[in-house]
Structure formats: structure tokens, C-alpha cells
């Protein structure tokens, strides 16, 4: 695994990256007014995977502005083929992902990002949440942190974005709240379909306890 070593290698400190940093917090504390619960329990380096629920289009600037280190997003290649938002996401490196299958070059890219020492970002329902209710996960986040070799972190987003598409959500004034939870304990050994299963279900559950926190 490869760690960022000198300051300026770090991709949160690229201009770019800085300037819309700079935006998305006042857009996301400010306009959207979004507090936080839980702060994150993501290391300062190296690689990680971030893992949450999926409750609009706004959720990867929400939980970006909660973070210090740059989030490389799994996202849904329609959000990312849209013309006027497609150099943001590209400057973000946002990683795009065809929902008509399983995308291994999408997957590639995630395990890429992670042996550079990222922080990756999944949404492991794969959609929206229509409900409250956390839908089934998919198992590819077990399976990227076993080969990786990478801690899963868990985190819980609810709020007035619930449901909405990326640009209503962006342009009407929302209320959100996060609550972030620590590195997610489960049998790395094994990589075989039970065991990711099992290990899927441990992450799922590591969300709905942030969801059930009081």
C-alpha cells in the first residue's frame, strides 16, 4: 500500500480540489445546514473505504464536507456524464460506474485508488433509499477491502435531501444530519461467497446501529 508522503503529494492540497473544498463547505454547512452527530474516525493516511447510506444525489457533497481528506466517490455514470458538474467530478476523481451490471473496470479503478492510498467512497445499496429502511447491501465493499487490505468505515446520513435527484436536492435549502462511526471488525481471511456475505451483513449492521444511535 503507498502512502502519501510529502505534503504537497496529498490530493487535498491541490488548488483545484482546494477551491471546491472551500465551496462545497459553505454550501453543505451553511445552505444545506448539515451537523454533525458523530465525527469521522478516518485515519489522517493511507487507504480506506468509506461506506454509507444512500438517501439523494447530495449525499457525496453532504459527507464530503465533514471530511478533511479528499472521498473518491463510486458513482452512477449518468450523475457523472452530466455535462455541466462532469469537471468537478473528474477533478474530484470520482470514479464512474455502469448500474446496468457489474462494472469491473469501475472496480479496477476503486482497488487503484486504494493501493494509491485514497479514501474510497461506496454507496453499498447501489440506489436510493425510498425509505428509511437500509436496503440489501452488495457485497463488492467486502470484497475490495479484503483484497486491498484496506479498514471499512461506516457512516449514517438522514435528512430533508432524502430521495431527492442531484439537482433539486443541490438547489433547495435542506437540513441533514451524519453520524460517523469507527473502522468495521470482520473476518478478512476469506474471500469466498458465504464469507463475504456474512461480512457484507456485519457492514450493513454497522450502519444501522449509527441509524438506531441515540
Given amino acids: 500500500m503507498i502512502h502519501w508522503g510529502k505534503p504537497y503529494d496529498r490530493p487535498e492540497n491541490r488548488l483545484p480540489v482546494r477551491l471546491l473544498g472551500a465551496a462545497n463547505l459553505a454550501l453543505a454547512r451553511l445552505y444545506h445546514q448539515v451537523r454533525v452527530l458523530a465525527p469521522p474516525c478516518l485515519p489522517n493516511s493511507g487507504a480506506a473505504i468509506l461506506v454509507s447510506n444512500h438517501t439523494s444525489g447530495l449525499d457525496p457533497l453532504l459527507l464530503q464536507s465533514c471530511c478533511s481528506r479528499l472521498i473518491i466517490w463510486m458513482m452512477a455514470k449518468e450523475y457523472y456524464d452530466l455535462k455541466p458538474l462532469t469537471w468537478i467530478f473528474r477533478t474530484v476523481e470520482a470514479i464512474p460506474v455502469e448500474r446496468s451490471g457489474r462494472d469491473m473496470a469501475a472496480t479496477r479503478s476503486a482497488l487503484r485508488a486504494l493501493k494509491d492510498g ?84 456485519i457492514i450493513r449492521n454497522s450502519i444501522k446501529d449509527l441509524q438506531n444511535w441515540r
Fill in 118 to 201: 485514497r479514501v474510497l467512497g461506496v454507496f453499498p445499496e447501489g440506489k436510493i433509499e425510498l425509505s428509511r429502511e437500509l436496503l440489501p447491501f452488495q457485497t463488492g465493499v467486502a470484497l475490495m477491502a479484503i483484497k486491498a487490505r484496506v479498514p471499512v468505515y461506516p457512516v449514517y446520513l438522514d435528512g430533508t435531501q432524502r430521495t431527492k435527484e442531484m439537482v433539486p436536492a443541490l438547489l433547495v435549502p435542506n437540513r441533514a444530519t451524519v453520524r460517523f462511526g469507527p473502522a468495521v471488525e470482520f473476518d478478512r481471511s476469506d474471500a469466498s461467497k458465504p464469507a463475504l456475505e456474512v461480512a457484507t451483513e
